[in-house]
């Protein structure tokens, strides 16, 4: 007698082999993975690499990080379920403890200071914010505390300030503290930082790695010995990516460069009408930029991301009607986007900051950021222009 209608509805066109192999790689979302128990119990036991739970390593999500380690040009890329998770992951595989101190820039996306001071800050890591554009600064504040890790990330959000990364990486080094950069605003199309030595790098990938705002994930390279580290920490933590975001973003890092180099070159345009127009706008290669010099050392290729920064010199009340006359530019968190996005810092990214330490960083209650999509510049630059009119 055959097998019964409920059987065999669950079993149904399972275990298909495909011989020819498919140009586009698949989305397994399996959870589990059969296979000989021999075979498990060496995966299990770390003996070989493979496949059994998808909290541990899965396909898909394997696909992406050995996309991304290829762009990071070197090391293993480990995926996580957003940016936060990753941010989060990178000071735990640091070592991070009960009175550890952590150095952080202080112009780092507030979120990630928020879960140093109100996440690991209670579990008793002590946090020190500094401008570690600074040179001076951040090594006497090494000196002082032999923080355990530093964070920075290649270019800040949101006055895009430039931290000398090979020489902070140095200097934490000889201090003995362990590096991790966020990488989410240049991509590792403009920075690798892997390379001049940096421990850990993060990225958002909800941003330009993703591309799209389709898809939420974190990435975080590093070397092999704390790529290990890494993976054994998120089979316990659970910070694992999904299989349908993983491979989302790695449809979108297909596209890196086409969408990337284009933004960045637009900002720049945007950036030069901006200014053409007597605003006070913050982009690293325009030279009324504190770290135009730095700039033009750390990124040759006259690219430095796709992030416009502008003080409108208005109250809050004015930068609300700006957003609301915005038609192309999408008043929305976020960058990195096809889609041109204004976010309002004070309102977003760094609403959790008080007043005196947003304007410590320099961000006003009049900073507006952009982040340039791949429309047309011109038409990106006439919606912001006619914006500012519409609401003044
Ligand atoms: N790092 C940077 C520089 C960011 O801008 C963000 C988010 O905006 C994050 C980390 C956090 O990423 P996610 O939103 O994917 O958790």
Request: aromatic letters at 6%.
């Amino acid at each position: 007698m055959g097998q019964s209608i409920f059987t065999r509805a669950v079993h149904a066109g399972e275990g298909q082999r495909l011989v020819e192999t498919p140009t586009v790689g698949g989305i397994l979302p399996s959870t589990t993975y059969q296979s000989d128990p021999d075979r498990m119990d060496d995966i299990l036991g770390g003996r070989i690499s493979g496949y059994t739970y998808q909290r541990h390593a899965s396909p898909t999500v394997h696909a992406l990080e050995l996309a991304v380690a290829e762009l990071e040009g070197q090391g293993e890329a480990l995926a996580y379920a957003s940016g936060m998770a990753a941010v989060h992951a990178a000071l735990l595989a640091a070592g991070v403890r009960s009175g550890d101190t952590i150095l952080l820039a202080q112009d780092i996306y507030g979120a990630s200071t928020t879960l140093a001071t109100d996440v690991l800050g209670p579990l008793g890591v002590h946090v020190v914010r500094a401008d570690l554009v600074d040179l001076s600064t951040a090594r006497s504040l090494l000196l002082a505390h032999r923080p355990r890790a530093v964070l920075f990330e290649t270019i800040s959000n949101p006055l895009l300030r430039l931290v000398d990364g090979p020489a902070l990486t140095r200097l934490a080094h000889e201090s003995g503290a362990t590096v991790l950069v966020d990488n989410t605003f240049a991509t590792p199309l403009l920075a690798q930082p892997l390379g001049y030595g940096a421990d850990m790098v993060i990225h958002s990938a909800t941003k330009y790695l993703g591309g799209h705002g389709d898809a939420t994930l974190g990435v975080v390279a590093a070397g092999e010995e704390l790529a290990a580290v890494l993976h054994r920490q998120r089979k316990l933590t659970g910070a694992t990516a999904g299989p349908f975001e993983a491979w989302l973003v790695h449809r979108g890092l297909k596209t890196l460069p086409l969408r990337f180099f284009r933004q960045c070159d637009s900002a720049r345009q945007v950036a030069l009408g901006l200014e053409q127009h007597g605003l006070r706008v913050h982009f690293p290669l325009l030279p009324s930029h504190p770290d135009h010099a730095r700039a033009r050392e750390l990124f040759p290729s006259g690219r430095c991301g796709a992030v416009v920064t502008c003080d409108l010199g208005a109250e809050e009340a004015r930068v609300r009607r700006f957003l609301r006359e915005l038609r192309l530019v999408a008043c929305a968190t976020s960058v990195g986007d096809i889609y041109s996005l204004c976010l309002y810092p004070a309102m977003a990214s760094h609403r959790s900051l008080t007043v005196e330490q947003r304007l410590e960083i320099g961000i006003t209650e009049g900073t507006v950021r952009f982040s340039v999509g791949i429309e047309d510049p011109d038409d990106i630059l006439a919606d912001i222009l006619r914006a500012l009119a519409a609401s003044a």
